[in-house]
């Protein structure tokens, strides 16, 4: 008797690449438009150059999965250094640079389309500044040009701490908490069309989404967010801001979060905040100390939670681009910024197993390169490609600028 081909492959073992999937994935398509890897750089002094076996990131894993480029996300936690937002943000950017500057054969940072090309032909991983949320340029478009001579590309205007300028995502009401962009907030998206800056608008206040479509000349982008219609929460973008981003011929990244896909995984996510294995894990010492602290809750979260089926990331890409059409759908993983995964993407060696999945859902080989990658990569070629043109002379800092002070 012939089994049955679910009685052949167990039911947990991801599903094996085929031939078109591995070709693919050879021409190193992903461009991962959201990753906080650097900050394990930063706090641990993890070499994101060689293979590492904690967090889901690094140049090595990446490249095994098909990545050609990444947003290298400085992201500042306001619940900490707040007062200190750009100091912080810039200790990041400098360990980007430090990274190039040790390993150009892994990892080379870009600022235009040339320059992605480059990097691409010489198999090397890309790096894209970003930052996310907009304290870190502490209310000052100097230091928001500061960024961008150290190869800021993509910035999200705002995380979840309302900033006076722009309205974030979260609850809450003030006197001090705009409503959604203030005209400081347009004078920064207008800057950033003027120098090339990529606008993503996850974590935006759905006023603020809407106010900075109006504002930009641009395309825009949310790097890392679900769709509501599939789960609500707030972080995940409505049908409307789908359409409205694909009118703009901007491109939504879906997030690989569980919490924000699947309302079971987030009810099971809260669950396992509240063991003891996880309550235990001590998150008061120095920075070196906390960002251990997150690894082990990562592990405690992805060990105990009830596994996400990949499938329902998949579900959530398939929606998006039901709405939004297929040129304007891509992937930003948050990966190092995440608790836990999706099954079967547990690090960034997995981007094929998505790509697996999203064949066998139906999407042909060229569509699944252009939600990897091609769409973003669209959208950073047409704002830098410009922005760099107009600031020909500035070219990027490198690390130099850092030793310099
Ligand atoms: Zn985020």
Known sequence: MTPSPSEITPQNAPPVWSDGVRELLARRPVFDAHCDAIARAVDLGDDLAERTTSGHFDCVRGAEGGLGAWVV?????????????????????????????????????????????????????????????????????????????????????????HLPWIRSCDGGAGADIPIGLSEFGRRVVAELNQLGIVVDLSHAGERSFYDALDATSKPPIASHSGCMALHEHPRNLTDDQLRALAQHDGVAGIVFHPGFLDADARREEMRV????????????GNREQAARGFLEQQRVMQRDARPMPASRLVEHIAHAVDVAGIDHVGIGSDYDGIQRTPQWLESASSYGTLAELLVRRGFTLTDVEKVLGGNMRRVFETVTGKGMAAHAAQGLVGAAGFARG
């Not at 928001?144 to 995380?159: I, K």
Request: no cysteine; net charge negative; hydrophobic share 45%.
């Open 273 to 284: 905040r509240t063991t003891n294995a996880y309550t235990s894990i001590d998150m008061s």
């Open 73 to 161: 996300v400085a992201w500042v936690d306001p619940a900490r250094d707040l007062e200190r937002s750009f100091d912080r943000a810039s200790e990041m950017f400098a360990a980007a640079h430090d990274l190039a500057a040790r390993r150009p054969d892994r990892f080379r940072i870009v600022g235009n389309a040339e320059e992605l090309s480059a990097a691409h032909d010489a198999r090397v991983v890309a790096g894209i500044p970003g930052i996310e949320g907009g304290h870190a340029i502490e209310g000052s478009i100097d230091k928001l040009h500061w960024f961008f001579e150290r190869g800021l590309r993509v910035m999200t205007l705002v995380w979840n701490n």
